[in-house]
């Protein structure tokens, strides 16, 4: 019987396309749906590409994979993941894979690890990123799980990942949820991103007063220079695009609320747990989420501003070309400064400028600026910020003018660039002499005796606020 290198469970879109990689690739691969039909509608569409042995029962779908096993689950993450877990790993073999590809937070992926371990079972949390698109034609691969899982599955996924200067997108990231903490970072700078861009064609719509087409325009410029990527890519696209309903541009019909499915949330959840400041990420989130209270707004609605008008001058967009670099600097500092968190906090010796170099082709993030990232880290792998890498630190300087006038006039103008704000007090704070902080601390220990310490003397005080204002060593 003709056997598969690795298999498929979870036929969605996502599951279908990277089974098709797969076989595109000369893999044959195993394919298995929960509702058989869309087994065989993809045979029977696809079947052409290469070699794909459909199976209708979890029984079939496991005996035709050859050993050790990797299979590979594309369902929804949360309960679904486990529900298929449960089914398929009675099934499997001490040195079996279970390749979990979904959006899955890195705890739950910890969780099933440890479990699936004590049976012998590897458990592969992976990141995938690049949509649709990505997963048929290259995504970016972030897998975690154990070294030895990776030698078996490496060559396959290295195989069908995107290239960039004939490099994979694809590295062993770490251990146990290693891979799913990375690709939940890798979501919250793209929310932050997306938010920076988001505020750019604001400003330049209600500061610069230009027209959707124009902005589209000025981003396809952009993104012939240090800004290019795909987000900038297909941001052009989207303020080019005309309503055919209506006549109307396409951004203008589209109703102003900004979902999203958790994974920024989690970026901003475990940075509060792990002590990480990621305002830029906290921000691009809240501004989903005010953006979908409708009641909020509504009630609001009349609340005094200025008169919006055109405040920008002629060289405004450049200034918000500056702004948008300045800050998406900030934005993938502060995503970086999470990695190193969460790999120092679970022991997962994360190599950070790795990270980047995966994520410079096949990503949402994909961009140019990636391959600037991978050269700080070559350039100083432990360095504790990227803000002060030389690039990077020119950069930041060159902008700082710009990004302070544009932010100045979001302000005056009443154009809310909540993004903008915070990348720069975040720069404004590292590079500071010294923070308000200890007036924080000063006033903690008033209130509630909860001390400070000092700059001129190790330990910690006490001042008798309530009595004769002396200090006391605590
Ligand atoms: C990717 C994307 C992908 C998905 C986001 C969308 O890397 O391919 O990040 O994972 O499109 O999760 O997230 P929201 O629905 O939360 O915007």
């Known amino acids: 019987m003709e056997t598969a290198r690795i298999?498929?469970?979870?036929?969605?879109?996502?599951?279908?396309?990277?089974?098709?990689?797969?076989?595109?690739?000369?893999?044959?691969?195993?394919?298995?749906?929960?509702?058989?039909?869309?087994?065989?509608?993809l045979v029977e569409e696809f079947g052409g590409e290469g070699t794909f042995?459909?199976?209708?029962?979890?029984?079939?779908?496991v005996a035709s994979l050859e050993r050790p096993r990797r299979l590979v689950i594309m369902v929804k993450a949360g309960a679904p993941t486990d529900a298929v877990i449960d089914e398929f790993a009675p099934l499997l073999e001490p040195g079996d894979m279970i390749v979990d590809g979904g959006n899955a937070h890195f705890a739950d992926t910890r969780r099933r690890e440890a479990a699936l371990r004590e049976r012998g079972i590897h458990f592969v949390g992976t990141g995938i990123s690049g949509g649709e698109e990505g997963a048929l034609h290259g995504p970016s691969i972030m897998p975690g799980g154990s070294a030895e899982s990776y030698e078996a599955l490496g060559p396959l996924l290295e195989d069908i990942a995107a290239k960039v200067d004939g490099t994979p997108c694809c590295t062993h990231v770490g251990p146990d949820g290693a891979g799913h903490f990375v690709k939940m970072v890798h979501n919250g700078i793209e929310y932050s991103d997306m938010q920076l861009i988001a505020e750019s064609y604001d400003l330049l719509r209600h500061a610069a007063g230009l027209a959707p087409a124009e902005i589209a325009e000025v981003?396809?410029?952009?993104?012939?220079?240090?800004?290019?990527?795909?987000?900038?890519?297909?941001?052009?696209?989207?303020?080019?695009?005309?309503?055919?309903?209506?006549?109307?541009?396409?951004?203008?019909?589209?109703?102003?609320?900004?979902?999203?499915?958790?994974?920024g949330r989690w970026t901003v959840q475990t940075a509060l747990d792990l002590g990480v400041p990621v305002g830029g990420i906290a921000e691009a989130v809240f501004a989903r989420s005010v953006s979908g209270h409708a009641d909020l707004r509504e009630a609001s609605r009349n609340l005094p501003g200025p008169a919006r008008g055109t405040a920008?001058?002629?060289?405004?967009?450049?200034?918000?070309?500056?702004?948008?670099?300045?800050?998406?600097?900030?934005?993938?500092?502060?995503?970086?400064?999470?990695?190193?968190?969460?790999?120092?906090?679970?022991?997962?010796?994360?190599?950070?400028?790795?990270?980047?170099?995966?994520?410079?082709?096949?990503?949402?993030?994909?961009?140019?600026?990636?391959?600037?990232?991978?050269?700080?880290?070559?350039?100083?792998?432990?360095?504790?910020?990227?803000?002060?890498?030389?690039?990077?630190?020119?950069?930041?300087g060159d902008a700082q003018d710009a990004w302070r006038d544009v932010v100045?006039?979001?302000?005056?103008?009443?154009?809310?660039?909540?993004?903008f704000a915070t990348a720069l007090a975040y720069y404004d704070s590292l590079r500071a002499d010294r923070l308000p902080a200890a007036l924080t601390q000063g006033q903690r220990d008033f209130f509630g005796a909860h001390t400070y310490r000092r700059v001129d003397r190790d330990g910690s005080f006490h001042t008798l606020w309530g009595g004769d204002r002396t200090e006391v060593t605590s």
């Not at 797969?22 to 929960?34: D, I, K």
């Not at 948008?324 to 400028?353: M, N, P, R, T």
């Not at 006039?409 to 993004?419: D, E, K, L, N, Q």
């Open 7 to 41: 298999g498929v469970t979870g036929l969605a879109v996502m599951g279908r396309n990277l089974a098709r990689n797969l076989a595109r690739h000369g893999h044959p691969v195993a394919v298995h749906n929960r509702t058989a039909a869309r087994t065989k509608a």
């Open 53 to 61: 042995l459909p199976a209708e029962t979890a029984e079939r779908f």
């Open 408 to 419: 100045a006039t979001a302000a005056r103008i009443g154009v809310p660039a909540p993004g």
């Open 312 to 396: 920008g001058d002629a060289g405004f967009a450049d200034k918000v070309e500056k702004a948008l670099y300045a800050s998406k600097i900030v934005a993938y500092a502060q995503g970086f400064h999470e990695i190193q968190a969460g790999s120092a906090e679970y022991g997962w010796d994360i190599d950070s400028g790795a990270m980047a170099t995966i994520w410079r082709g096949g990503c949402i993030i994909r961009a140019r600026f990636l391959d600037r990232i991978r050269a700080a880290y070559e350039a100083d792998p432990s360095t504790p910020t990227l803000l002060t890498d030389d690039h990077f630190a020119e950069a930041l």
């Open 219 to 263: 981003f396809r410029t952009w993104n012939t220079g240090r800004l290019e990527s795909y987000l900038i890519e297909i941001t052009a696209e989207v303020l080019a695009h005309t309503d055919a309903a209506t006549g109307k541009p396409f951004v203008d019909v589209v109703l102003d609320q900004a979902e999203q499915k958790g994974t």
